[in-house]
């Protein structure tokens, strides 16, 4: 069965800092464009980040540019989010989706993990 699996959401004070992980079961991540996405309640799901197959595109939507960083470690099989500066608006929970495409769009995109929650409090 081909799956995503997403970590490290939690608990985060503003101006704090997580980092998301998203592995890939059932199939090799390194085949794939990965984009993180996050759903507020309430709103439509967006675009957070993606990253190329190869890692040498990335795009960032203009909420977390500067704050956010996408990586993705071919040995591990592993895709990345880095998220500083966290503010309350953060707040949501956050996708790894896969796709062939690095877009910013959800409909390019193929797999989808369940989602972790991130929230930013004080």
């Known amino acids: 069965q081909l799956q995503l699996v997403e970590s490290g959401g939690g608990l985060v004070q503003p101006g704090g800092s997580l980092r998301l992980s998203c592995a890939a079961s059932g199939f090799t991540l390194d085949s794939y464009a990965i984009g993180w996405f996050r759903q507020a309640p309430g709103k439509e799901r967006e675009g957070v980040s993606c990253?190329?197959?190869?890692?040498?595109?990335?795009n960032y939507a203009d909420s977390v540019k500067g704050r956010f960083t996408i990586s993705r470690d071919s040995a591990k099989k592993m895709v990345y989010l880095q998220m500083d500066s966290l503010k309350p608006e953060d707040t949501a929970v956050y996708y790894c989706a896969a796709g062939l495409v690095a877009t910013m769009k959800p409909r390019d995109y193929y797999y989808w993990g369940q989602g972790t929650q991130v929230t930013v409090s004080s």
């Open positions: 990253i190329s197959r190869s890692g040498g595109s990335t």
